[in-house]
């Protein structure tokens, strides 16, 4: 089946600086991968759709220039948090389909604290 | 606004009993519908999906759309105490984005 692979899993950052998070699709390719943010006890929430070779397109309220998105090739894409803060201490989820019929598949998930 | 609801649970059944969640969705556009499972500081994972109208099974899992009715549920029977998660309900937005809409999702406990 299909397999997403995010790293890092788990990072601690200062204040200020700023996070990159990685999403591959291991065993395919993904024109279209998808980032959510989660807090505590709510459900996911989209952020932005990652799309390989143009712009990413985000959601309502969230910040481009924040959280940049690079779909740079069919099985990679980035999430960089920049000047992080605490408020921006989340769950980040990416995904992506092989196709509909099989589903969205997510990665493991990165657990961003920022101190 | 494309939204869809969840019983907010959350539900507590019994080792072995049916465990039932289930969820409305308010755009009629959304043809396909995805179950995911979360456990407590984890990714979702599959555990179903369904676009037809009626029941569709694998294993212990059944899942039901009712589009006239705009409502997906899913049952689990012989629950497992492993079965404990939060259980997702997704639509796929109509249209070239692809996107899903979760749920609030429903927290099921399975009382050994």
């Known amino acids: 089946g299909a397999v997403v692979s995010q790293h890092p899993s788990r990072v601690i950052c200062k204040s200020g600086t700023s996070v990159k998070i990685e999403c591959r699709s291991l065993?395919?390719?993904?024109?279209?991968m998808f980032w959510y943010r989660q807090f505590p006890k709510q459900s996911l929430m989209l952020m932005a759709t990652?799309?390989?070779?143009?712009?990413?397109?985000?959601e309502q309220g969230v910040e481009k220039d924040k959280f940049l998105i690079n779909h740079a090739s069919l099985t990679l894409s980035t999430l960089t948090v920049t000047s992080a803060h605490p408020e921006d201490s989340s769950f980040y989820i990416c995904s992506a389909s092989q196709g509909v019929s099989r589903g969205y598949t997510f990665g493991s998930g990165t657990r961003l604290t920022v101190v | 606004q494309k939204e869809v609801e969840q019983n907010s649970g959350p539900l507590s059944v019994p080792e072995g009993a049916i465990a039932s969640l289930n969820c409305t969705y308010s755009d009629r556009g959304s043809q396909s519908f995805f179950w995911y499972r979360q456990y407590s500081g984890k990714s979702p994972e599959l555990i179903m999906f369904i676009y037809s109208n009626g029941d569709k099974e694998d294993g212990r899992f059944t899942a039901q759309l009712n589009k006239a009715s705009q409502y997906v549920s899913l049952l689990i029977r012989d629950s497992q105490p492993s079965d404990s998660a939060t259980y997702l309900c997704a639509g796929l937005n109509p249209g070239s984005a692809r996107q899903l809409t979760f749920g609030s999702g429903t927290q099921l406990t399975v009382l050994p």
């Open positions: 065993d395919f390719q993904a024109t279209t």
């Open positions: 990652s799309n390989e070779g143009s712009k990413a397109t985000y």
